[in-house]
């Protein structure tokens, strides 16, 4: 991959990757279980594929709210899920903590920040399961802007582009946004928007875009 390419897959997927962003947006306008599944999501996908995500999420739903370990280990499992017991364990322990300290008012939780990178400190300190990478993911999923999803996928097209020296994944918070603040500046330079430069990234390695 080199820049010249990469604008011209940017020309040919531009009005697909903004309409996905703008879907995105619409998910905050939902309810609070729309969140809340959407957070779900984004704690299933990490060394998993957004499809296998999407599937489990599928599975999930009819016991996501009432279901007890076994309900939902039991649902990841017939989804074809590669991690149903620990992922489990964490989505049972964050809908625990979001019902008990947030009474399910999830939006109203995320709309009290005022900083966006509190509000993803907030979801990395609080959320089991959930990373850097994971909590971006997420808040871009629910329509907030900013934020890189530093997955293999984006390390190994920056690597490609010369951006970064390797691929190697960023092990704390430090390492993780300076690979992002690398992200923003190579965005400025070829004049595409950080948000459509993850998706056009993500896609040149998937051949979706997805979420």
Same mark, same amino acid.
């Given at each position: ?5 990469? =604008? ?20 905050? *306008?939902?309810?609070? =279980? ?6 779900? @999501?984004?704690?299933?996908? +990490? *060394? ?6 999407? $599937? ?5 739903? +009819?016991? /996501? ?25 964490? &989505? ?6 979001? =019902? $008990?300290? /947030?009474?399910?008012? /999830?939006?109203?939780? &995320?709309?009290? @920040?005022?900083? =966006?990178?509190? /509000? ?11 990373? #850097? ?15 890189? &999803? &530093?997955?293999?996928?984006?390390? *190994? ?44 990234? #993500? ?9």
């Amino acid at each position: 991959m080199d820049i010249t390419n990469l =604008k011209k897959e940017y020309d040919f997927k531009k009005e697909k990757i903004k309409q996905r962003l703008k879907d995105f947006e619409e998910v905050f *306008n939902k309810d609070n =279980k729309e969140i809340f599944e959407e957070l779900c @999501f984004c704690i299933l996908t +990490p *060394n998993a594929s957004a499809r296998m995500g999407i $599937n489990a999420m599928i599975s999930l739903k +009819p016991i /996501l709210y009432t279901g007890n370990l076994q309900d939902i280990q039991n649902a990841l499992k017939k989804s074809g899920y590669r991690y149903p017991n620990i992922r489990a364990e964490y &989505i049972l322990e964050v809908r625990e903590f979001i =019902k $008990n300290e /947030l009474k399910f008012q /999830l939006k109203e939780k &995320i709309l009290s @920040f005022k900083d =966006k990178d509190d /509000l993803r400190d907030y979801l990395v300190n609080n959320i089991k399961g959930i990373s #850097w990478k994971e909590s971006s993911h997420y808040l871009r999923n629910i329509g907030f802007k900013g934020y890189c &999803i &530093i997955d293999k996928h984006i390390l *190994n097209c920056l690597t490609e582009l010369g951006i970064l020296e390797s691929n190697k994944r960023p092990i704390n918070k430090k390492q993780y946004l300076e690979i992002e603040q690398k992200m923003k500046e190579f965005s400025s330079s070829v004049g595409i928007n950080v948000d459509e430069l993850d998706l056009l990234l #993500w896609s040149h390695k998937t051949g979706e875009i997805l979420k």
